[in-house]
């Protein structure tokens, strides 16, 4: 198999905070420790419950947030520690789309000016000049490239995210963290976008590391799915195996809450979790979901399960006691009450 295009190991981000009157130190245990990789090419679905840490990772992937451990490796080369310098010329292959398309553009600018922007910064002058590369980057993400001097105020909220595309496209990237890119737009309009963003992988060879709560989007964008549980992946591994036969409670708890428009009026299981997320200032000893899972034992509060490929299935598991082989998500062991 080829060397992935991107490598992440251990990766860790803590927040200190001071916590009641005495002001004592402690830390937020945001994201702690991950392990994934991205090939060239395909996009990595990252989902979860708010506060699961996805945001966090990506923006450490593309080095917004330095990490507190751990490592990323892109293209085979180690930029986690890099300087503001040295990650410059990377950034032509590393982009973020940011997730509310009102503040990520600033008012003051005209389009053509933040589309231009990475072009500017990083001392590209394409063939044809700024303006002919701005204007066919409107026109390939769908707005019309005579808009090139109106400002962001003059857009709706679908097409101010396809100029914030098309500013991540600017210099050709092979790696595009997408942090929640429809979930501040109308349903009517995520579709639309999101089929964008697979005609742009498609003609342009683009990795993505696409970060969503909404797994009906997850499964039609991504081609493997990580999923996240207080700061941890607790499953990995191809959409067809996480969407059809999940290993990890917490994934079959996921997927049972996902409406089936071809089931509607039919009586369909869900799997009820009971109490509230934990905080990440204090996470849980051993498995982190065991506060919230029916199959809890004492194992799970002594010992961390790690995260491995179980007997039968491709996908990789972190958990004492994965669901059986065949299972599938529409099948619950157990509901919590």
């Not at 890099?82 to 009102?102: K, N, T």
């Not at 491995?308 to 065949?326: D, K, M, T, W, Y």
Request: hydrophobic share 40%.
């Amino acid at each position: 198999m080829t060397q992935p295009l991107l490598k992440v190991r251990g990766l860790t981000k803590h927040f200190a905070v001071r916590q009641g009157a005495t002001g004592a130190k402690s830390a937020v245990r945001a994201v702690d420790g991950l392990d994934f990789d991205v090939h060239a090419g395909e996009t990595l679905g990252l989902v979860g419950e708010s506060g699961c840490g996805k945001t966090t990772t990506g923006r450490m992937l593309v080095r917004l947030l330095e990490p507190t451990a751990g490592s990323i490796e892109f293209q085979g080369r180690d930029i986690t520690k890099l300087g503001r310098r040295a990650m410059r010329p990377l950034r032509q292959d590393l982009q973020i789309i940011f997730q509310d398309p009102y503040s990520s553009l600033n008012p003051r600018h005209t389009v053509g000016k933040i589309v231009a922007m990475p072009l500017e910064v990083n001392g590209v002058n394409p063939p044809g000049g700024v303006k002919a590369r701005v204007q066919e980057l409107l026109e390939l993400v769908g707005l019309n490239p005579e808009h090139y001097n109106r400002f962001p105020h003059e857009f709706s909220g679908g097409q101010r995210q396809r100029i914030g595309i098309a500013r991540a496209l600017a210099l050709r990237p092979k790696l595009i963290v997408a942090d929640e890119p429809v979930s501040a737009l109308d349903v009517s309009i995520q579709a639309q976008v999101v089929n964008l963003l697979r005609e742009l992988q498609r003609e342009l060879d683009l990795a993505f590391v696409f970060i969503a709560h909404d797994l009906a989007i997850v499964r039609h964008f991504s081609r493997r799915v990580a999923v996240m549980y207080l700061g941890k992946v607790v499953e990995i591994g191809d959409r067809a195996d996480i969407y059809e036969r999940p290993r990890h409670p917490y994934t079959k708890a996921l997927l049972s809450a996902v409406p089936d428009v071809a089931a509607f009026g039919e009586p369909r299981q869900r799997i009820r979790l009971t109490g509230d997320v934990p905080t990440p200032l204090n996470p849980p000893s051993g498995c982190r979901f065991r506060t919230r899972c029916w199959k809890a034992q004492d194992v799970c509060a002594t010992e961390e399960p790690p995260l491995l490929v179980r007997e039968g299935s491709g996908q990789e598991v972190a958990c004492h006691f994965p669901e059986p082989v065949g299972v599938g998500a529409e099948h619950v062991s157990e509901v919590a009450a």
